[in-house]
C-alpha cells in the first residue's frame, strides 16, 4: 500500500530565504509525482509534474526533483516570497492500482 | 481543451439527509475519476477512484457512495450524512499523466 509523506507538517521562515520541502513515497512503482499548492478554502493548484523517467522539473523559482530508488522528492523554493504562503501537497501515482495518493502537505508561513 | 464541474461549490445538510454531488468532465475520452475529502487539519484522503462506467473501487468503508453512470461524470452520494461527513470534497481526473481538479465542494454537516 502506497503511502506519502511530508515534512515537515509546518514551516515559518522570513521572507527572502530559500527552502526546501519533502515528500517521501512507499512504493517507488509510480508513473508520476506532483506538486500542488492549496490556498486557505481553495481548491488545488497544480504547480510541478515530474514523470517517473525525469529527474527535476523547474518553473520560474519552483525547482521540483524525484528520486524513485530512495522513494523521495523534494520542492525547492527560491527567494520566498509572502505570497508563497499556503499548503504545499505532493501527490504520488498512479500506480499500478490506478490510485493517486497524497501526503498531508506542508502548511507554508512566509513572514513578511 | 479539458474542463471539469463540480456542484454544488457549498452546502449545509442536517444530519440524516441524503447527498449528492456531481462532477463531470470535458474534452476529454476515458478518464479515471476520483474522489478526495480533505476534513478540517488533515491531508486529502481517498475515497472512491473509477476506471470506467459502472467501475467504482471504494478505498474507505463509510456511509459514502459513488457511481459513474457516464463515461464522463462521477457522482458521490450518502443515504443519510453524519457530522463527520463534514469537509471539503474534491472531484478529480487522470488521463495517465496530470491529475487535475475541480474547484471543490465544502459540505458541513448540522
Known amino acids: 500500500k502506497q503511502e506519502v509523506t511530508q515534512i515537515p507538517a509546518a514551516l515559518s521562515v522570513p521572507e527572502g530565504e530559500n527552502l526546501v520541502l519533502n515528500c517521501s513515497f512507499t512504493d517507488s512503482a509510480i508513473y508520476n509525482l506532483q506538486w500542488f499548492r492549496q490556498d486557505p478554502g481553495k481548491g488545488l493548484t497544480s504547480l510541478l509534474l515530474?514523470?517517473?523517467?525525469?529527474r527535476e522539473q523547474t518553473s520560474g523559482r519552483l525547482n521540483a526533483s524525484l528520486d524513485k530508488s530512495s522513494g523521495r522528492s523534494t520542492l525547492y523554493i527560491a527567494a520566498s516570497q509572502p505570497g508563497d504562503s499556503a499548503t504545499y501537497l505532493c501527490?504520488?501515482?498512479?500506480?499500478?492500482?490506478?490510485?493517486?495518493?497524497f501526503g498531508k502537505g506542508t502548511r507554508l508561513h512566509i513572514l513578511p | 481543451s479539458q474542463t471539469i464541474h463540480q456542484w454544488p461549490a457549498t452546502l449545509v445538510q442536517p444530519v440524516g439527509s441524503p447527498l449528492s454531488l456531481e462532477c463531470t468532465v470535458e474534452g476529454t475520452s476515458n478518464p479515471n475519476l476520483y474522489w478526495y475529502r480533505q476534513a478540517a487539519g488533515r491531508g486529502l484522503q481517498l475515497l472512491f477512484y473509477s476506471v470506467g462506467i459502472g467501475q467504482i473501487s471504494s478505498e474507505v468503508p463509510q456511509n459514502l457512495s459513488a457511481s459513474r453512470p457516464q463515461d464522463r461524470q462521477f457522482i458521490l452520494s450518502s443515504k443519510k450524512l453524519l457530522l463527520s461527513d463534514s469537509g471539503f470534497y474534491l472531484c478529480?481526473?487522470?488521463?495517465?499523466?496530470?491529475?487535475?481538479f475541480g474547484e471543490g465542494s465544502w459540505l458541513t454537516v448540522v
Open positions: 501527490a504520488v501515482g498512479p500506480n499500478r492500482d490506478d490510485k493517486i495518493i
Open positions: 515530474i514523470q517517473s523517467s525525469q
Open positions: 478529480a481526473w487522470s488521463v495517465l499523466d496530470t491529475i487535475y
